[in-house]
């Protein structure tokens, strides 16, 4: 029986990292990579096996293996799945993949990653309307629809990790749509926790504030090249893996992120939402 984790969002930022640390550290005989770009998956693929070797180089002395344990045969096979998982229809598309690859072999669902998502800089008024609810078919409906899909296959011991936000402890001026779905996703994952803890299933949100990836560019729409004081993925991801497989079930990492979270309890949902408004402004050039 062919052991599965699923990574959506995988051809860069975060998705890219628990590619990397996950790949080496699994249980998993097989990882799928789950993307809309295939070369950017393809390139992730590359560099985790280019890992992978140069790890194999340094665990062998004069030419020969050291131990049978280093055979990359043991490292996980990488399938990069290029797909647009958004809304109804990505669900499907990817209910079908699965049914597809049950046909071909039988397997389990170890752990599924629910990394896809974006986000928007600016008013509401003035973001494309599109743009937004394209963010909810992502970050919401996509979201929830492959959790429901990969739950048949999932066991004791499988586990769920969504990414939600910091954004989701509070309505946030400038980021509105953006906030909800991440609320949205954090209250969705606490709520499959408290169903799925009897059938063994971890699931766990992680909330991250700022992180260095290309979030920024695409939410500023190439205004804001880089997210301002952004924290290092590789900490980010190797903190949530670790708290995951304990089964948290809220995960943040920076200490600053863990006092925002806390103090949103005492600020006012409109109190936040205006202050955010009026005073954190976020470069866009939506038109």
């Not at 229809?89 to 896809?116: C, H, P, Q, R, Y």
């Not at 949205?184 to 606490?190: A, D, I």
């Not at 939402?273 to 866009?284: L, W």
């Amino acid at each position: 029986m062919r052991k599965i984790t699923i990574i959506t969002g995988a051809s860069s930022g975060m998705g890219a990292e628990f590619a990397r640390q996950i790949a080496n550290n699994t249980e998993s005989s097989e990882i799928w990579l789950f993307a809309r770009n295939k070369e950017k998956l393809e390139s992730v693929r590359n560099g985790i096996l280019g890992i992978e070797q140069e790890n194999e180089k340094r665990k062998t002395e004069n030419g020969k293996q050291e131990s049978e344990s280093y055979a990359i045969h043991d490292f996980p096979q990488i399938k990069v799945v290029p797909m647009n998982l958004s809304g109804k229809e990505g669900v499907t598309l990817f209910k079908t993949f699965l049914a597809t690859e049950k046909i071909s072999g039988g397997f389990e669902i170890d752990m599924l990653v629910n990394n896809a998502g974006f986000g928007t800089y600016g008013e509401f008024a003035t973001t494309p309307l599109e743009k937004e609810l394209e963010m909810i078919d992502l970050n919401c409906t996509a979201l929830t629809g492959l959790c429901g899909a990969v739950l048949p296959y999932m066991h004791k011991g499988s586990s769920i990790i969504n990414v939600a936000s910091l954004a989701a402890f509070l309505p946030l001026g400038n980021f509105a749509v953006y906030a909800a779905t991440k609320a949205y996703v954090l209250s969705f994952s606490v709520a499959l926790a408290a169903e799925l803890k009897d059938k063994g299933i971890k699931v766990s949100a992680l909330c991250p504030g700022s992180v260095s990836t290309d979030f920024a560019n695409v939410a500023s729409n190439g205004a804001r090249k880089e997210v301002l004081n952004g924290k290092n993925p590789v900490m980010v991801v190797a903190h949530c893996l670790k708290k995951a497989k304990r089964g948290k079930k809220i995960i943040l990492w920076a200490k600053k992120w863990k006092f925002t979270a806390f103090m949103s309890r005492f600020i006012g949902r409109y109190l936040g939402a205006r202050y955010t408004f009026k005073y954190n402004k976020r470069p866009s050039e939506w038109r």
